[in-house]
């Protein structure tokens, strides 16, 4: 199998909160570093993994992040209104459509509409030629920092529904194209983040069966995200939990030290009977340090690509 | 400073509707059922909508699968968890889909249109869809539970997004797709649309049809036509649901992370539900590094060196030199943790205003999945 980083397009999923966003910045500086023209997209607005770069948002421009790393904040608006523009042809028509209204509400809501042409766009910034811009910069890797696992195979499966509406005509052809290179495991890969507790690795095990069930599609690359240091041995807690009853005066800070290592030793330990759990389910799953700094900026983005490149 | 918390049972006092908000992975569902469990503690008659719980969670609660009718969970169970209710405890799990279908079941004029919508391809395709739907449904149902009475408090949580605001978007924006039915004088030209709308609408039509295909088209046309009527009551209900959340009777709680993303998320959140004449109740932050320490303790940012040397030194006597180290520099990151937190909820405090609600819940050495981990939670949520 090809290295994951050698595809042409990657989405980053996995539940809400686990670091989808870190980990999509991670893998983008990592091919970045390996000398890909790599692009980090962003679903729904959110700008997380593009902040970790710079303060202002980037907006549906494609933006230099980083030396060979740009971003992109996909706006399903923009996107179908370009997507529409090349379909039109003619400009007057096309505003003519665009700036009615009630078509204005209907593609704001309409099921699927937004996953499909936000999708669609990403599959555009994956092109060689590119078809709904003149533009002529041309990415290696498209890392998409998708929507949390339910929402994101609902993007993943856009496609798919909207061939099945659709039945004949250019709507069904433009998601035949963009079915087929999405399902292509030569062209796109999956990666999924979990945390190593027991709601993340259960939505990843169930991830991976519906991607399969429902897309015929393989998890490329499971990471573990925030793996607590085994600190202590099973002895040392011991030592410490006598010690915990005994020391310590009013004030001292000895008790809520030990209290804070035993904590870390029961995490530790829960966490890595779920990333055994998810190991027997999966093979090759890696994992990532948890870091201890409170919000994660560019040089702890950077450790984890390293991380990353010693484990993928 | 120790920030003083509130008490959920405070803020929820006198009302019947707690909707739980929040980006995806914060504890939502936890925090939601928490609530429901700790006021049934306190007497009241609650159920529980949940959207998405672990399967544990669920399991626990006796609601395994997916199931529109709310469950009484068994007395035992929660006296068990230390949880012994004084009122009860109902909890469901959301089934969207099948929410959108009793929807049309009873607003559907006859048999022939109610059959003729659900098997439209159009309508599968949205009441299917993840996004938008679920958000939808969830008012739907906690205004029919409101409507049907029979309980003190709705707890309801909401579906996983990464914006909380979406929860407030998406119904908004599925009610105007299902009202923007005046399409299909578009969609179908030739009736009486044509005349009423005037000659643009033949070019309009002709550019749709290039774009689109023709077959998409009629699939529209009959969505909108077998809609017919029922989209007006659509409207009305939404509209309905609307007053339900802006009225007295209901409260929205944010859910949060001591992260500051999501707590400059709060602050919009909060922002955008006193622009829609929603009530903000208060914010849950959850999962905070707290070691428990005295105030003061806490206010040395991080503790400094000599004072752990000291500590260093005091505890290698129990413990031998390695071991104490170890501990000491465990201790530095977990203070370190604490420290960003606590300025972080004083951050929240500030900008919120003093006098909204702030309760901590944190880091708790168990991930919750049970009754006994709501317990856990409940104890923070309702400090005594």
């Known amino acids: ?312 | 400073m120790s920030p003083a918390t509130s008490n959920v049972a405070d803020v929820l006092a006198g009302k019947s509707i707690c909707v739980c908000a929040g980006a995806g992975g914060v504890g939502k569902t936890t925090v939601a059922a928490a609530i429901a469990a700790g006021m049934a503690a306190r007497g009241k008659r609650v159920v529980v909508v949940t959207i998405d719980p672990a399967r544990r969670l669920a399991t626990s609660l006796g609601i395994p699968d997916l199931g529109n009718e709310e469950r009484l969970v068994e007395p035992q169970r929660l006296e068990a968890a230390g949880l012994a209710p004084n009122g009860e405890l109902w909890a469901m799990m959301l089934d969207p889909k099948r929410t959108f279908d009793e929807l049309v079941e009873r607003r559907a004029p006859d048999a022939a249109t109610r059959d003729a919508v659900l098997s439209n391809r159009i309508y599968q395709e949205l009441s299917n869809a993840v996004a938008g739907s679920q958000e939808y449904m969830a008012m739907e149902k906690l205004y029919e539970l409101h409507e049907e009475g029979g309980y003190d408090l709705l707890v309801l949580d909401t579906p996983p997004s990464r914006n909380a605001l979406d929860f407030l978007d998406a119904p908004e924006r599925l009610a105007r797709f299902i009202d923007s039915r005046s399409l299909q004088f578009f969609l179908a030209p030739g009736r009486r649309g044509l005349r009423i709308l005037g000659r643009g609408t033949g070019v309009l039509f002709g550019v749709l049809k290039r774009v689109t295909g023709i077959d998409l088209l009629a699939d529209l046309s009959d969505f909108f036509q077998s809609f017919g009527d029922m989209a007006e009551g659509f409207t009305e209900r939404a509209n309905r649901v609307n007053q339900l959340l802006t009225s007295r009777a209901a409260t929205f709680l944010l859910v949060t992370s001591p992260q500051s993303e999501s707590m400059e998320e709060a602050e919009l959140f909060r922002s955008r539900l006193l622009d829609d004449g929603m009530p903000f109740g208060g914010a849950v932050v959850n999962r905070v590094h707290d070691l428990g320490l005295a105030a003061d303790g806490d206010a040395k940012a991080g503790g400094d060196a000599g004072e752990h040397a000291d500590l260093e030194r005091e505890l290698a006597g129990a413990l031998g030199d390695s071991l104490a180290a170890k501990v000491v520099r465990n201790f530095e990151d977990y203070r370190a943790l604490a420290t960003h937190d606590r300025a972080s909820v004083e951050r929240l405090r500030d900008r919120l205003g003093r006098g909204e609600s702030l309760i901590l819940v944190p880091y708790l050495d168990e991930d919750v999945h049970d009754l006994a981990g709501l317990a856990a939670v409940g104890e923070h949520l309702f400090p005594a």
Not at chain 1, 279 to 296: I, N, Q, S
Request: with cysteine; proline share 4%.
């Open chain 1, 1 to 312: 199998m090809a290295h994951v980083l050698d595809k042409r397009l990657l989405f980053v999923t996995g539940k809400g909160g686990v670091g989808k966003s870190t980990v999509a910045a991670a893998l983008g500086l990592l091919a970045a570093r390996r000398g890909k023209r790599v692009i980090l997209c962003e679903l729904a607005q959110q700008e997380r993994a593009s902040r970790v770069f710079r303060d202002e948002g980037i907006g549906f421009e494609e933006t230099e992040l980083a030396s060979g790393l740009a971003g992109i904040s996909i706006d399903p608006q923009r996107a179908m209104e370009e997507y529409l523009r090349t379909q039109v042809g003619s400009r007057a028509l096309f505003r003519l459509l665009f700036e009615n209204r009630i078509f204005q509400y209907f593609t704001a809501a309409a099921p699927g509409v937004r996953e499909i042409v936000s999708i669609g766009k990403v599959w555009e910034l994956a092109q060689l030629e590119r078809p709904w811009t003149k533009k002529s910069s041309r990415y290696d890797l498209v890392v998409v920092d998708a929507p949390a696992t339910g929402h994101g195979l609902g993007i993943l499966r856009a496609p798919r529904t909207m061939r099945d509406i659709a039945r004949v005509g250019p709507i069904r052809r433009q998601a035949d194209r963009i079915d087929t290179f999405i399902r292509d495991s030569r062209q796109t890969g999956i990666v999924t983040v979990a945390l190593p507790e027991e709601m993340p690795v259960t939505e990843t095990i169930e991830f991976r069966v519906r991607l399969l069930d429902e897309m015929k599609m393989a998890v490329d690359a499971f990471v573990i995200n925030g793996l607590y240091p085994e600190r202590f041995s099973g002895k040392e807690a011991r030592a410490m939990t006598s010690a915990e009853a005994t020391s310590g005066s009013d004030g001292s800070l000895a008790r809520p030290a030990m209290r804070a290592a035993l904590a870390e030793h029961h995490r530790a330990r829960t966490q890595r009977s779920q990333v055994r759990r998810l190991r027997k389910e999966v093979d090759g799953a890696v994992t990532l340090p948890y870091l201890f700094e409170p919000e994660l900026g560019l040089a702890e983005v950077e450790r984890l690509s390293h991380e990353l490149e010693r484990r993928l």
